[in-house]
């Protein structure tokens, strides 16, 4: 009773190349067709963090208007809602919790006091730091 120590075709286990090239050609058809809904998203996502971020900054700006009386000056700019400015007797502040947000694409947000388009303008220049521009490359402002 000897035993043949070869082993038969079938107890060999393993994937071929080519079982592997099928999976990495769906694989890659699968991410060409998610990865652009998603990264599409991502930029809708951005674009709402901004108009939240310019909300709640304009919810400050009106909470530092009723206690001082008029909005902070340009060359006081967003700081004066953390920071009193040294000629505001009236401050109460801070009138955000933290620190001044950047917007979404790491950039300082633009105000301006008197407004060209509302009482003061308040925006970020979207992804693409420039003005003008379409979707996420268009500004984010206080005014639309």
């Not at 505001?88 to 694409?105: F, R, V």
């Not at 950039?107 to 992804?127: Q, T, V």
Request: glycine share 10%; proline share 6%; charged share 20%.
């Amino acid at each position: 009773m000897k035993r043949c120590l070869r082993s038969s075709p079938r107890a060999q286990h393993g994937f071929t190349l080519l079982e592997l090239l099928v999976v990495l050609v769906v694989l890659g058809l699968l991410a060409g067709i998610v990865a652009p809904k998603y990264f599409a998203q991502l930029g809708r996502s951005e674009v709402k963090v901004a108009k939240a971020q310019i909300e709640g900054l304009s919810k400050a700006l009106d909470l530092y208007r009723l206690e001082v009386g008029h909005y902070p000056s340009t060359e006081q700019g967003l700081q004066a809602l953390v920071t009193a400015p040294s000629d505001e007797a009236k401050w109460t502040g801070p009138y955000i919790q933290k620190k001044l947000p950047l917007d979404p694409w790491g950039r300082a947000y633009s105000y301006r006091y008197p407004g060209e388009n509302a009482e003061y303008d308040l925006l970020s220049m979207g992804k693409d730091g420039q003005p003008g521009g379409d979707g996420e490359n268009a500004e984010v402002t206080n005014w639309q």
